[in-house]
């Protein structure tokens, strides 16, 4: 990190990959600024860490969605980031009814599903589970899908809001880490960490944002935190934040996802042959489906993804009591003794995340267009949220980090650049 100016002329809030992304747009454009993060880490949600399960894995992000348009992508490149070149390499299988398929009708009937609610969005804006037959064999798997992949519930999912995210289904997972990409994007911007801002005042002429280490005054700010921050009014706002955003806030809500997941003491499922398997509903035993990412890059771990309200009212002990049985269940005893580590995340207890990401709830897809609207003149918001078509996702966080950097440098009255989305400063990382 480099020295934080006492006078920048843009305050950022939040460094997590739209922060980040301000930062660097910022510095494109020759604007002085701060970025002061709550945490005592940045990334947010972009979060890599090896200290719990002994072996690197994301809490957070993790693949890159769409990653033929993907800047983060792009900059992986440029920087030497290692990441998966194919997508799902090792194939899937799933466990059903005491045995492994290779090929899952439930599976195929998921695929079917999620592009017809994508479909169906571009027509009305109905929720999802208003498409979806309650008595087909598969609709706990669709049902789980849908939970995974908009961090809601189907019947809080807007199909209008899932036909606006772009999706080339080209999703390729981060071996060197998504968060340590932005982390390493981090390097020497002037971030202030622990350091959580609680009230921005605007004036005609200028903001002063009040933190836990005293006031800054500058002429813009970006807010770059999480929505659920937001909504519950987290950081004060003077004059009030418009009844319109406040309005965008309650009705595109942050979701609840968390993973779970293990390492052993080896590689004990090489001989399963996959990368990713499915251990399906068991209702006999209460078990809801699970998605588990086997030995991702030869690591000795599974990780497994569970998402929607429910998760919400489970504690981390019984998302860990859950993922043991089910490993039990569909890998044997026998595998379930070798397991060395265990550890969940807990995004949804995180005081300054308090969720997944965003979805928008029936009916009110159009309201995400609100986070792209100035606060006040002066203030501008970047995040997952606030993205068109990449919202829930970090590299749609990092362009709207780019875009807020853009619109702060016009009211400053500096020549906005064109856009050159992978630029990094030089010498930079
Ligand atoms: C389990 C899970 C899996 C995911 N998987 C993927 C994936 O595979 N691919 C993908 O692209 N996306 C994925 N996402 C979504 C992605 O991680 C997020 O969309 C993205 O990282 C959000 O970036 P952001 O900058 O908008 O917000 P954040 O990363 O949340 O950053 C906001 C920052 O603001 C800080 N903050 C909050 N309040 C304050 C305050 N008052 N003052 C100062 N700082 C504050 C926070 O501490 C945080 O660091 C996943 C998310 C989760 C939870």
Redesign the pocket.
Known sequence: MSQVPSNPDVVV???????IGAGIGLLRHGVSFAI????QR?????YSESSSLGHLWD???????TADRNVLRAIADKIGHGYRKEPYEGGFKAFQDGRWEDVSVDDAYVWTMLEHIAAEGAKADVSAESLLDRSHPGYSAIRHWCQLMQSHDPEDISAKDVNSYLDTHINLAVRDG?GALVARLANGLPIRLD????RIAVTGSGVAVETDAGTLRAAACIV???AR?MERE??AFAPGLPPALQDAFSNVPMGH???VAVAFDAPVLSELGVGYADVLEDKAAGLPPLNIEVHPFGRPILVA?MGGSAVAEMTPEDRLDLFGRAVTRAFGADVSRRITHRTT?S?TADP??NG??SCAKPGKAHLRAVFDEPVHDRVFL????VHRYFH??????YETGLAAAARAARLLGRPVLADEPEWLPPNHL
């Open positions: 809030i939040g460094a997590g990959a739209a922060g002061v993060e709550a945490k940045v990334g947010g949600r972009a809490q957070g992000c993790h693949w890159f969605h998504y350091t959580a801002a609680r770059a935190v999480p921050m987290r950081i996802c968390e993973k993804h995340t995004w300054f995340i997944a990401y970047a995040g997952e949220h829930a996702t970090a590299h749609g966080a």
